[in-house]
């Protein structure tokens, strides 16, 4: 089974930076697409980025420009780069690992972002 870790939500002001983590415990990424998805209060929750196994990537209108996904194979570890924070990013984002061809699916506790002044 695979577990994801998801660290370095938290409060940040509007205009500001973070850095998601996302540490896999086991080297996955030959065969998994590795998403960002998040989900704020009363609503759906919704991909944000992901990064297929060829390195392509692709990104909700809402954050282009934004956000940058990428991939550390070495260290089982997939970023979300999120700068110009708005308050319509307060959400809780998670983590997740998708099967290239089979129905398996994993997903990470969730890590809390905040943008608010």
């Known amino acids: 089974q695979v577990q994801l870790v998801e660290s370095g939500g938290g409060l940040v002001q509007p205009g500001g930076s973070l850095r998601l983590s996302c540490a896999a415990s086991?080297?996955?990424?030959?065969?998994?697409?590795m998403g960002w998805y998040r989900q704020a209060p009363g609503k759906q929750r919704e991909a944000v980025a992901i990064?297929?196994?060829?390195?392509?990537?692709n990104y909700a209108d809402s954050v282009k420009g934004r956000f940058t996904i990428s991939r550390d194979n070495a260290r089982n570890t997939v970023y979300l780069q999120m700068n110009s924070l708005k308050p319509e990013d307060t959400a809780v984002y998670y983590c997740n690992a998708d099967h290239l061809t089979l129905p398996l699916m994993y997903w990470g506790q969730g890590t809390q972002v905040t943008v608010s002044s």
């Open positions: 086991i080297s996955i990424f030959s065969v998994y697409n």
């Open positions: 990064i297929t196994t060829g390195d392509s990537t």
